[in-house]
């Protein structure tokens, strides 16, 4: 009885070692993607590095929409500084004018947004 509870036990050890494992490489791999990142962007030039990170996803996902809401688009300066980058682009912004950017209004949002998919 020992020697299988003992080949379960290492056969679990060596599992979670290689999800350990794997999970360290997804995170290195992630780290040195966005390292090469912003080495390869002027740090002196507007807009922000990651700018350029968004704008690539963006365009392989087909986004035509960006949407302006969340907690952190309460911050006014912040609304307005990305609001103003964002319109000169090919982008359709969006941003709260009736119900705040909080979670009560990214509900609302989801809802009006569901709701409209269903309909169709």
Do not use: C, K
Not at 40 to 49: I, M, V
Not at 63 to 79: P, Y
Request: glycine share 6%; proline share 4%.
């Amino acid at each position: 009885m020992f020697v299988p509870e003992y080949n379960a036990f290492v056969h679990e050890r060596l599992a979670v070692r290689r999800a350990i494992r794997t999970f360290a490489n997804r995170m290195i791999a992630r780290a040195r993607f966005f390292l090469a990142l912003v080495s390869t962007t002027d740090a002196t030039a507007s807009p922000a590095p990651f700018t350029r990170f968004h704008n690539l996803v963006g365009a392989a996902a087909g986004v035509t929409t960006v949407v302006l809401s969340g907690g952190v688009f309460q911050n006014a300066l912040l609304l307005h500084d990305l609001h103003d980058a964002l319109s000169s682009t090919s982008y359709d912004v969006w941003m709260n004018r009736v119900v705040p950017p909080n979670d009560g209004g990214l509900s609302l949002g989801q809802a009006a947004l569901t709701l409209e998919h269903l309909s169709q």
